[in-house]
Structure formats: structure tokens, C-alpha cells
């Protein structure tokens, strides 16, 4: 399975409310400012163990060197990168009717995990799983990995 993160709000979250990962030790810490929500590196690990790619889609426009770098630090492989400007290239491109923020079926992700609303109304219109992750949830990871485990078994019969 093909799984997919939101950055901000998602994965990237406030410290003032959320648990978080430990900061990056120096001199990363002054480059890579973003706190990562507390028990994304097991959960991207755990999802890679079980055979699933990890993929960041993210509307924003941070290179796809910084993203892959900034989880490099955490000891960790994302499989692709979609950033605003990859999808706006690919997905956007000339059409004059505003296409979805995201449309992870294009890229064949499986499930996408957002905090946002409208992007699990958009999954619901265009056809593809959004997982919306909301506050603070020490069982996130768990909710995912049961969801994650749940349309596997939906994709494999």
C-alpha cells in the first residue's frame, strides 16, 4: 500500500499543543525549525516494516530536498515527495477549472492522512481514503495502522 502524510498540522505540529519528537540536535535545529508530531517516527517505520511506501504530500511549496533531508535527520526514508509545486505542475497544470489541494489517486496513494476538512470532503467527491487526524491523540498511530491494515485487506482480495 501506498500511504501519504499532510505536513502542517499533520506531522509538523505546534509544541504549545502537541506532544512532539525531540528536536533535532545542533546545527540542524537551526535549519529544520518544524517540530514533528510525538510518534511519527514509529509509525513510519512500523507502516515501511509492513511493506507500505511512505509518501509526503503537502500543499506547500518546501523543496523536496528540505522535506527529504529534514526526515533523513530523524533517521528516516520517504519514498516520494508531492509538494505544491509537483502537484501544481502535474495535477493543475492548464485547466481552468480549480482542481482538489490534493488528489493523491493520481499518484495511486491508497491513503492519505490530513487534518484538514476539505481535503477529506474532496477524498469523499473524487473517490480516495482520507484518514483526518485531528488534536492531540496519544493513539493516532494506532488509528492509523488499524486503518491502514483494515483497506489492505479490502485491496488484496
Excluded at 124 to 134: D, M
Aim: with cysteine; aromatic share 14%; hydrophobic share 35%.
Amino acid at each position: 500500500m501506498r500511504v501519504s502524510f499532510d505536513l502542517d498540522d499533520t506531522l509538523f505540529v505546534c509544541p504549545h499543543r502537541f506532544r512532539t519528537e525531540n528536536k533535532l540536535k545542533f546545527p540542524l535545529n537551526l535549519i529544520f525549525k518544524e517540530r514533528l508530531r510525538y510518534g511519527t517516527i514509529e509509525l513510519i517505520n512500523t507502516l515501511k516494516a509492513l511493506g507500505n511506501e511512505v509518501w509526503i504530500y503537502t500543499t506547500s511549496f518546501r523543496s523536496e530536498r528540505y522535506i527529504r533531508t529534514f526526515f533523513k535527520a530523524y533517521g528516516l526514508k520517504i519514498d516520494e515527495i508531492v509538494n505544491g509545486e509537483r502537484h501544481k505542475k502535474e495535477i493543475q497544470r492548464n485547466k481552468k477549472e480549480p482542481m482538489p489541494s490534493k488528489y493523491p489517486s493520481h499518484y495511486r496513494i491508497n491513503i492519505h492522512v490530513d487534518d484538514d476538512i476539505s481535503v477529506y470532503n474532496n477524498g469523499q467527491l473524487y473517490g480516495f481514503n482520507v484518514f483526518l487526524i485531528g488534536e492531540q491523540d496519544d493513539k493516532w498511530t494506532d488509528k492509523i495502522i488499524d486503518f491502514v491494515e483494515s483497506k489492505s485487506k479490502l485491496y488484496t482480495k
